[in-house]
């Protein structure tokens, strides 16, 4: 397994270990820290809008050699740059304040072309990183919002002026067109997302690229988000196709600060399988199969 960090050399096989959201708190830090010490996660993206950032600082400073990216997250801390969130004027009550109200929220402006809180708020989360002495190696989102053409094109223009390496697209179509690995039952709903996703990476690469940004060839971790075995991580593991393929993961343990505000105003999502991922993330398998990549 290359180091996150550096850029491969071609037509080579490189796994990133991608944990999301480092910064989300305490006990999410411990799991991911955790699994980079003790397992096979190499990467970590960070959100500066969440309790447990100035915690995830002092994790990163004592561990260099973890790549840190940004998980911009649009969707649930409170906004950075001093205005409302897009979708403050829309709809009512609970439904308003829905991950699915507001994730249609940003994707009908950004359709729009109405980009300028999206511009301002993920300005303000890159610069509070760099401003805490964070390198950024790559960007990505709270529940991959970014993929979406019309971000993604902001976010490779960021990228760009920022200096950061690379950003993640979702591209599935290796481990699920082929049917040769095992494939858990997933919902309908994230399975057609997974397909639009893909259909939408190969046009941002060719956007990224433009802008001179790389993108991973090949994702893994949507689909079955939450539902990660060894046996499949495993069969993934031994049919690794060439090129960059990022592992997306969300490993962490879950203790008593979850029942405080803010974190029980919030409906997180995965918290049921994240003690599960700390477990198999760092299990002597997968330990051995990544030492031969």
């Given amino acids: 397994m290359c180091n996150a960090t550096n850029p491969p050399a071609p037509h080579t096989r490189t796994l990133i270990v991608n944990a999301d959201d480092l910064g989300l708190s305490r006990s999410i830090n411990l799991g991911i820290l955790e699994c980079f010490k003790n397992g096979i996660v190499n990467s970590a993206s960070l959100m500066v809008t969440m309790p447990g950032f100035e915690d995830a600082l002092s994790h990163i400073r004592e561990h260099p050699t973890l790549s840190v990216g940004l998980h911009v997250d649009l969707l649930r801390g409170e906004p950075l740059c ?13 439904w308003r304040s829905s991950l699915r109200a507001k994730t249609a929220a940003l994707f009908i402006d950004s359709t729009l072309r109405k980009t300028g809180w999206i511009e301002r708020e993920t300005r303000a989360q890159i610069e509070r990183a760099l401003r805490h002495g964070v390198t950024i190696r790559h960007l990505d989102s ?4 970014h993929v979406f053409p019309p971000i ?10 920022y200096q950061i390496p690379r950003l993640r697209a979702i591209n599935e179509d290796f481990f699920y067109s082929r049917g040769t690995t095992p494939c858990v039952q997933t919902g309908s709903f994230r399975r057609v997302m997974s397909t639009l996703l893909t259909r939408a990476a190969h046009l941002n ?3 990224a690229a433009r802008h001179g940004v ?6 893994f971790g949507f ?5 990660l075995s060894l046996d499949r991580l495993s069969s993934i593991l031994k049919e690794l196709p060439p090129g960059i393929t990022e592992l997306g993961c969300h490993p962490g343990f879950i203790d008593d ?7 029980c105003d919030h409906p997180f999502y995965l918290t049921g399988s994240r003690p599960h991922e700390v477990a198999l993330l760092t299990s002597p398998l997968l330990r051995e199969l990544v030492s031969d990549v």
Avoid: M
């Fill in 82 to 94: 001093g205005t409302p969130h897009p979708w403050h004027h829309w709809g009512r009550g609970r």
């Fill in 142 to 145: 709270e529940r991959n919002v």
């Fill in 257 to 263: 600060e979850w029942s405080r505000p803010p974190l």
């Fill in 223 to 227: 689909r079955e988000s939450g539902a």
């Fill in 214 to 219: 790389g993108v991973n060839d090949h994702y």
């Fill in 152 to 161: 993604f094109r902001l976010f490779a223009r960021l990228a760009r002026e």
């Fill in 205 to 207: 690469r060719r956007y």
